[in-house]
């Protein structure tokens, strides 16, 4: 029976996360969360009897080591961050504090018996890349914003603690992920938001940067795919979607979907933390999703059939 942590479960992929594993009886679950951007009702509590919610700050030692030394898991995924561009640049301080949140969570799973910490890193590790794809291995990391600095020095920590306690880890590098739970500051639920609105869809400069997206479900699969088969220990999976789209053209398509009449409005570009380009290489997160990924359109059209959190 696997005793489950999930560090920010009441957010967009933490808890599309417990929810899967929910479905799984065997799976015991704990979504943490101190609900500072996500929601209480994303956690599917309710619904199933193996997932416990607790309200808990991941970067306050006793706030974590209460729930981790009073009862041992098997397995955390520690999802928690301060996120959304915009935050992170306007609360540099906060960000800097998610350190504090890995290393708790680093030594209170090696002291109660913890087999594998799973984490959340970030595209955003490889910073303004010059390399594409972006490869778990040969890419630089190149950021000097704190967000990824913050991951950059998670997946050191991770890999200091293997190396010096045995503690085995998994770092998904997630590239943008978009789904129905997902809230505002995130680009697609954004743009969806105001296009059901019909109010002005702001772009940042040209809007001819480009992302690849990854739809929740494609994400989830992929995390509990390396989870249930032990794969990547003690390594790095990109974990993102392939077909390399515009900004703009993003805001097209979610125009064109929603029948719209939504203006695209050009604002000024922004200081730092809006990289002209990224694009995954997805060579490893292939051996963990066997089916075709989701579309894009396909994905949007999931989105507009449960606006519940972006309305
Ligand atoms: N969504 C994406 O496109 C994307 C891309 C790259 C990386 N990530 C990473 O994936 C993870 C999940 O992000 P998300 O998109 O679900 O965002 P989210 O904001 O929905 O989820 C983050 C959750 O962490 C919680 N949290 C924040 N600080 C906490 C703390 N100190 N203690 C306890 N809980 C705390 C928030 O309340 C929220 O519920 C994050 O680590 C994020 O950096 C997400």
Known sequence: ?????????????????????????????????????????????????????????????RDLAGVMCSQPFDYVFHYAAVVGVQRTLDNPVKVLNDLSGIRHLLFLSKNTGVKRVYFAS??????????????????????????????????????????????????????????????????????ISRALKNQPIELYGDGKQTRTFCYIDDNVDACISAFKNKLFANDVVNVGGADEITIADLARTIIRLTKSRSRIVHNAPLKEGDMTRRKPDLARMKKLLSRKPVTLETGIKKILEDTRYIL
């Open 1 to 61: 029976m696997p005793r489950i942590l999930i560090t920010g479960g009441a957010g967009f992929i933490g808890s599309s996360l417990a929810e899967r594993m929910a479905q799984e009886k065997d799976n015991q679950i704990v979504a943490l969360d101190d609900l500072s951007t996500g929601s209480i009702e994303k956690v599917p509590a309710a619904r199933y009897g193996n997932i416990k919610f607790i309200k808990c700050n991941v970067n306050n030692w």
């Open 122 to 191: 970030s595209s955003e590790v490889y910073g303004e890349s010059v390399h594409f794809p972006q490869h778990e291995e040969v890419t630089p990391l190149n950021s000097r914003l704190p967000y990824a600095i913050v991951k950059n020095a998670s997946e050191a920590y991770l890999k200091a603690f293997y190396t010096e306690y045995g503690l085995e880890y998994t770092i998904f590098r997630f590239f943008n992920t978009y789904g129905p739970k997902q809230s505002k500051d995130f680009v697609v639920s954004r743009f």
